[in-house]
């Protein structure tokens, strides 16, 4: 059973997202306000989280920034009325999965939370070895291979296509890469683009027949959505 967290200060919107979505693999709490859903983060295993911005006493943003302090790699989607570039791309640097303006499709809505839980399995379940379009990693050998043969990454190269590996189809902005990757003081004089490129070489003389890095243009990176997931 997984457990899926609603949290909208909105009533009305709480009820119609939890019949979109319903499912008897699914467990839903719906909750009114982020207060709430912090007390739910320490000794429970959530699967997901839908997550309204505006919301009084504490913004979506505050609840994404408060789960980063206590390292939580819960997948949450924003759902919210603000259909704006620069509060998406805000959104994502906190560390959201993924969005979904109101007014939405609930087939969309539900195909998309549906997805989001299968792809992020792994980091719930705690699994050490995941495999990728034939990539496979061993995250206790702390290796990717292709066909049995290594990608020799470096051990930055590793950590950064791991952010991916982890999160296919989750859009990473370049600023959130280098905070997430890289030490304060090591920051200014990091490339990501340089890094990415690296990989991406890697990832072709190994004999990959599709990149597994894409360019989301204006945005950041992402990895794809392998079919089926």
């Known amino acids: ?22 499912s008897s693999d699914y467990q839903i709490t719906r909750l009114s306000s982020a207060i709430e859903a912090k007390s739910l983060l320490e000794g429970e295993t959530i699967n997901l989280i ?25 997948p949450v989607i924003l759902i ?16 959201a999965y993924d969005f ?18 299968k792809r992020t399995q792994h980091l719930v379940e705690g699994l050490s070895t995941i495999v990728r379009f034939d990539v496979k990693r061993d995250s206790l050998q702390r290796v990717f291979t292709y066909k049995d043969q290594v990608i020799p990454f470096t051990n930055k190269e590793y950590q950064l296509f791991s952010r991916f590996f982890n ?6 902005t370049r600023d959130q890469l280098l905070t997430l990757e890289w030490e304060e003081e090591d920051r200014f004089n990091r490339n990501v683009d340089v890094h990415i490129k690296h ?15 894409e360019t989301v243009w204006g945005v950041g990176y992402k990895m794809p959505v392998e079919r089926g997931e």
């Not at 999160?167 to 990473?172: A, H, L, N, S, T």
């Not at 990989?199 to 890095?213: C, F, Q, V």
Request: proline share 6%.
């Open 100 to 117: 979904i303006t109101k007014p939405f499709e609930p087939r969309e809505l539900k195909a998309r939370v549906d997805s989001v839980i």
């Open 167 to 172: 999160y296919p189809g989750r859009v990473y």
């Open 199 to 213: 990989i991406r070489d890697k990832l072709n003389k190994a004999g990959l027949p599709r990149p597994l890095i």
């Open 50 to 74: 839908l997550l309204d911005i505006m919301m009084p006493e504490m913004t979506g943003y505050e609840f994404l920034s408060y789960m980063n302090e206590l390292n939580k790699n819960i």
């Open 1 to 22: 059973m997984k457990r899926i967290l609603i949290v909208d200060d909105e009533k009305q919107m709480q009820k119609l997202l939890e019949v979109c979505i319903q």
């Open 80 to 95: 919210t009325a603000i259909d704006e570039t620069d509060a998406v791309v805000r959104g994502l640097e906190l560390g």
